[in-house]
């Protein structure tokens, strides 16, 4: 398996069509999304663009739907819930369709929404997402981040490097890091493995959301590691559910 990692989706070279996608958005999208699915929820539908998401979620039963998101790292007004992992409850969401948009992450998705097979991983589901790349096997994979607004970001990278450390301990003959961007991402796995919510707390993002107010729930649960087994697969175009 040929591994490689680019921060943000724009960093995919032009007519590369991934044949297996892992995206990630540590704070806070795919770490939300794995914890709705956790919990119960019946998918959840990624849109980049808000009227997309008003129109299609509009189609939907409205006791069976919740619309989701972010800009900015603040609820968008009329939404039920913002892109906070740890409000995704069972209560809420089991058996609902999530419409969901952010600000990067479901942007990230979308870029990539042509890939193959396509899954989201964060930190708590990193080792179930891992097993099943090891089982399938594919002979390249893309590792995506989501950055902010089409820059770097340390937490996206720290995943990207616990991805393809677990993914070298279990199979170092079959796997080979194919640039440097991932290269960097181990270094700062290996750095900052012990101290994942340092790391996040210390990274531009998280230093933004900490402006915004109190997120030490969200700091928590974005850097617990392989927590949940939940594996979130695009089923259709933009769907995401457990697999
Ligand atoms: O950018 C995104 O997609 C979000 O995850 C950002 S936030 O953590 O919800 O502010």
């Not at 720290?158 to 993914?167: E, P, S, T």
Request: charged share 25%.
């Amino acid at each position: 398996m040929d591994l490689s990692y680019f921060h943000v989706a724009g960093d995919v070279p032009k007519g590369l069509e991934p044949e297996t996608a892992v995206v990630i958005d540590v704070l806070r999208a795919t770490t939300t999304i794995a914890w709705a699915l956790h919990n119960g929820a019946e998918a959840v539908e990624t849109f980049a663009d808000l009227e997309q998401l008003k129109k299609k979620s509009h189609e939907w039963p409205q006791d069976s739907r919740l619309l989701v998101g972010e800009r900015g790292g603040k609820r968008i007004e009329g939404f039920d819930l913002g892109n906070s992992p740890v409000d995704v409850l069972p209560s809420l969401v089991r058996g609902k369709r999530l419409f969901m948009s952010t600000t990067n992450g479901t942007r990230s998705l979308d870029v990539v929404r042509n890939a193959g097979t396509l899954y989201t991983m964060a930190l708590p589901n990193r080792r179930a997402v891992a097993e099943r790349l090891l089982c399938e096997m594919p002979n390249q994979l893309c590792i995506i981040g989501s950055g902010w607004e089409g820059t770097y970001s340390l937490e996206d990278s720290l995943a990207a490097g616990a991805l393809a450390a677990f993914l070298l301990d279990k199979a170092s003959n079959s796997v080979e890091i194919v640039n440097d961007e991932l290269t960097a991402a181990l270094a700062l796995w290996d750095k900052w493995k012990e101290d994942r919510e340092g790391c996040l707390r210390l990274a531009s993002h998280g230093r933004r959301l900490i402006g915004l107010g109190d997120h030490d729930a969200d700091f928590k649960c974005c850097s617990e590691l392989d927590q949940i087994d939940v594996v979130p697969f695009q089923v259709e175009v933009g769907v995401l559910s457990a697999s």
